[in-house]
Nanobody, 120 residues
Framework: QVRLVESGGGLVQPGGSLRLSCVAS????????GGWYRQVPGKQRELVAG???????SYADSVKGRFTISRDNAKNTMYLQMNSLKPEDTAVYYC??????????????WGQGTQVTVSS
């Protein structure tokens, strides 16, 4: 019933910026906690940034001060603004949201992932 689609990934030079978007579509009553994760080959998926339904945010130490997570609930869209990108930021980025399809049910949804490559 719900689909998350990430976009905005691509190739960028070190020091550059990208903005990732995660659009939720389908039967949506409310989007609660959400976050952005990333994964590289041979490593576990890690939480990069999180945001609560009350708009409180948290960040991994490796991205603090460079990345900003935000939401536009009217558009059912979550964003990750990435500035001062480094080669070690290269990964597949996934959005995650806890979404209620009705007032009584909540489920965790994942996007398909978008590749971010930081290289000269």
């Amino acid at each position: 019933q719900v689909r998350l689609v990430e976009s905005g990934g691509g190739l960028v030079q070190p020091g550059g910026s990208l903005r990732l978007s995660c659009v939720a579509s389908g039967t949506i009553f409310r989007i609660n906690n959400g976050g952005w994760y990333r994964q590289v080959p041979g490593k576990q998926r890690e939480l990069v940034a999180g945001i609560t339904s009350g708009s409180s945010t948290s960040y991994a130490d490796s991205v603090k001060g460079r990345f900003t997570i935000s939401r536009d609930n009217a558009k059912n869209t979550m964003y990750l603004q990435m500035n001062s990108l480094k080669p070690e930021d290269t990964a597949v980025y996934y959005c995650n949201n806890r979404i209620q399809t009705n007032p009584m049910y909540e489920y965790t949804y994942w996007g398909q992932g978008t590749q971010v490559t930081v290289s000269s």
